[in-house]
T-cell receptor
């Protein structure tokens, strides 16, 4: 089944404790992206990747890191999480970042709480 | 920068009736894509319908259709014969076809409209 998976689905952590949220897709997609969703704000892009080893900042990149060493994986890293990073996070992928007709497929979301 | 506005935080519809969700956007571009995504309680983001700005014909997908008014920068979603399973948060989103002033592939979302369906 074609899908985007994220792990963990739920995470409660404390301020300053490094964490990684994994994202994997099995559709051989070139483009991958991370969004965060906050009440009343909709979804906002954190980082994106056009292909392996090619990443760039989205609208709200502060406090986050990403890497794209393999085509299928695009982990989101919080080196020192803070309470304002409490949010619902979505990973998304599409066949190509250049083909704007391509649909972005979303993962199931990761609910992160930083105490 | 582009913005997307959904002016109805919540809407309600009777089962089997029709409801229209509003979306307006602001852009200086002439070519772009518009989307409606559905987010049910499971939180999964599901693409409902997509519209290319250069196409005058309104997109339709079964019970879902859009009214795309390019000059007015309006992109409303009509749900016909509403079903209980349509209850969800609906997001309107914009995607540029150029990279000028923003990240490639970035979907710019509105704040969402919560749709309730009454039996």
């Amino acid at each position: 089944e074609a899908q985007v998976t994220q792990n963990p689905r739920y995470l409660i952590t404390v301020t300053g404790k490094k964490l990684t949220v994994t994202c994997s897709q099995n559709m051989n997609h070139e483009y991958m992206s991370w969004y965060r969703q906050d009440p009343g704000l909709g979804l906002r892009q954190i980082y994106y990747s056009m292909n392996v080893e090619v990443t760039d900042k989205g609208d709200v990149p502060e406090g986050y890191k990403v890497s794209r060493k393999e085509k299928r994986n695009f982990p989101l890293i919080l080196e020192s999480p803070s309470p304002n990073q409490t949010s619902l996070y979505f990973c998304a992928s599409s066949r190509s970042g250049f083909r704007f007709t391509d649909t972005q497929y979303f993962g199931p979301g990761t609910r992160l709480t930083v105490l | 920068a582009q913005t997307v506005t959904q002016s109805q935080p919540e809407m309600s519809v009777q089962e089997a009736e029709t409801v229209t969700l509003s979306c307006t956007y602001d852009t200086s571009e002439s070519d772009y894509y518009l989307f409606w995504y559905k987010q049910p309680p499971s939180r999964q983001m599901i693409l409902v319908i997509r519209q290319e700005a250069y196409k005058q014909q309104n997109a339709t997908e079964n019970r879902f259709s859009v009214n795309f008014q390019k000059a007015a920068k309006s992109f409303s979603l009509k749900i016909s014969d509403s079903q209980l399973g349509d209850a969800a948060m609906y997001f309107c989103a914009y995607r540029s076809v150029s990279n000028y002033g923003g990240s490639q592939g970035n979907l710019i979302f509105g704040k969402g409209t919560k749709l309730s369906v009454k039996p």
